[in-house]
């Protein structure tokens, strides 16, 4: 009966009209919500068979959604770790307690948090979320991980680098040599030059370049000899070189050659001539000296002039306090110590799944995956469909407040309208009734 399908039309129409109205009520809840994505609903029509001159009403249905993919301002903060995308991409985190506990972490996904050191130096937000990484190995780089798996992030953690120290690897600095010292009859009078380096355990030594000129029975001999002492070794000097100096024209008292002694190194060092670079064994391993190549660079000289080094440099630095943790446009997480040198702990992903959509809203903001959302890829931010990690900025709402003011009218109105359907459909049965009496 016509009638009938009508007052069903009507309140299927209220319950739709319910429906709309709870998500723009929390739409309008969530406006300065960080990182909140509105909830939209999509009604449709139900269509039913209709015959005999007659037209039998099918009513509408609903669903609901999030609208991830929608993205909000980017809103500036003053801490380092309230991290954001600058596009597409989702931030892996977890709710777990216990991030010692065994077995892959239950993986949930944000596009923003605001991130801080619990009791335990994991990285969370103040409703519990744990940021998850691939740690860094201890000289910066990542171990290859599974893409499309979450089985080889963990909890960040950053109580473990309170304190650290680098090693010094590498070494550079220059010098003008006395082209008169090594003539005949001058006497052979070492030049030092002191440089800090640091050990292993950021302790800070000193390498001494003594340069030793070799005098000739008569005439210039343009050859120093290079003896290198360690502070931190008990058998010195570590290194000992032979270096030729081109007076010719073309030359212009810059290096010619370099050797070891001719009875063979004393600690392994030698010289790569097409690098330019001394390798010495110091006590606490190989580091690399920058003098400069053979016929090329004018780093290490001899000239008629005076003694001066110039230009040292090194890596490395001492023990240091930790002083901030940063993220870069790349995923890259640091921790920078207050002596100026900064560390990679881990690289943060970002996860992307086909249809985000999709995936099913949980509290606090956060998102799982769901067979609609389809399968996720880890890519490093600014890669493929992802944005960049923007650190010192959160996500906000989604939410317009103006359009959902306009939904929120519009939707009164719509369900105040199936209402009196549904009144009218009343009085036209009480009618009915009354044709009996």
Do not use: C
Request: glycine share 10%; net charge negative; aromatic share 6%.
């Amino acid at each position: 009966m016509s009638i009938s399908s009508s007052m069903n039309a009507g309140v299927t129409g209220l319950n739709v009209n319910a429906t709309k109205l709870a998500t723009i009520s929390d739409n309008i809840a969530n406006s300065s919500t960080f990182g909140y994505k509105t909830a939209e609903s999509d009604f449709a029509s139900i269509a039913l068979d209709s015959g005999g001159g007659t037209y039998t009403a099918g009513g509408v249905s609903v669903t609901t959604f999030r609208n991830v993919e929608a993205q909000g301002s980017l809103v500036t903060t003053d801490n380092a770790t309230d991290i954001s995308i600058a596009g597409r991409g989702m931030l892996p985190v977890t709710a777990i307690e216990d991030v010692n506990a065994t077995g892959d972490q239950p993986l949930l996904l944000v596009s923003t948090g605001s991130f801080e050191p619990d009791e335990n130096g994991v990285l969370r937000t103040q409703n519990g979320l744990a940021l998850l990484g691939w740690p860094a190995n201890s000289d910066g780089s990542v171990t290859p991980q599974a893409r499309d798996s979450a089985s080889g992030l963990e909890p960040v953690r950053v109580t473990s680098s309170q304190l650290a120290a680098e090693a010094t690897e590498n070494i550079s600095f220059g010098a003008n040599l006395p082209a008169s010292a090594t003539r005949a009859g001058e006497p052979a009078t070492a030049l030092p030059i002191g440089i800090e380096y640091f050990g292993n355990l950021g302790t800070s030594e000193t390498l001494t370049a003594n340069f030793t000129p070799q005098i000739p029975a008569s005439g210039q001999s343009n050859t120093w000899q290079l003896e290198l002492t360690d502070s931190a070794s008990t058998t010195n000097p570590v290194a000992i070189f032979e270096i030729e100096f081109d007076d010719s024209r073309l030359g212009a008292g810059g290096i010619s050659e370099v050797r070891t002694l001719a009875s063979g190194a004393v600690n392994g060092e030698s010289f790569d001539a097409s690098t330019g670079a001394l390798t010495v064994n110091l006590e606490g391993g190989p580091v690399s000296i920058q003098i400069g190549r053979p016929g090329q660079d004018g780093q290490l000289t001899q000239l008629s002039s005076s003694f001066a080094p110039n230009a040292i440099t090194k890596d490395g630095a001492p023990v240091g306090n930790l002083s901030t943790i940063e993220i870069d446009e790349g995923g890259t997480l640091r921790a920078i110590y207050d002596t100026g040198f900064s560390r990679t702990l881990y690289q943060i992903p970002l996860a992307d799944v086909p249809n985000l959509n999709g995936l099913r809203a949980m509290d606090n903001q956060a998102f799982a995956l769901t067979a609609e959302s389809g399968s996720m890829y880890l890519w490093d931010a600014g890669s493929g469909p992802t944005g960049a990690t923007v650190g010192f900025s959160r996500e906000s709402s989604t939410t317009d407040i103006a359009a959902e003011l306009t939904a929120l009218i519009e939707t009164q109105r719509a369900y105040s309208s199936n209402a009196k359907i549904i009144q009218t459909v009343d009085e036209m049965l009480q009618e009915t009734t009354n044709i009996k009496r």
